[in-house]
């Protein structure tokens, strides 16, 4: 999850996810995965909105084949669902 942000912070200029950071510092990658899919996030929507990379959000990632047995049907099914209603063509 930190490679995530840093990856996030230099492909996406003037996009820093603090936020993000903050949170994987205080609750760990796995649990703070688990709570950001709960709810579309301001982080979920700026990927979307101002740099079309929705292959950087949490969900894209739940949903990579390499963390299939972390998460449960309904968490992937959350992820999947919003990726769909955003145009995502992976999802």
């Not at 909105?49 to 963390?67: F, Q, T």
Request: charged share 30%; proline share 3%.
């Amino acid at each position: 999850m930190v490679e995530l942000y840093r990856t996030t912070k230099r492909e996406c200029k003037g996009y820093n996810p603090t936020r993000f950071l903050q949170l994987v510092s205080e609750i760990g990658g796995y649990a703070a995965a688990k709570q950001l899919i709960k709810e579309t996030t301001v982080g979920f929507m700026r990927l979307q909105e101002e740099y079309n990379r929705l292959d950087l959000s949490v969900e894209a990632y739940v949903l990579k084949p390499e963390y299939h047995d972390l998460f449960t049907d309904e968490e992937r099914q959350i992820c999947r669902d919003r990726l769909k209603a955003y145009n995502w063509p992976k999802a």
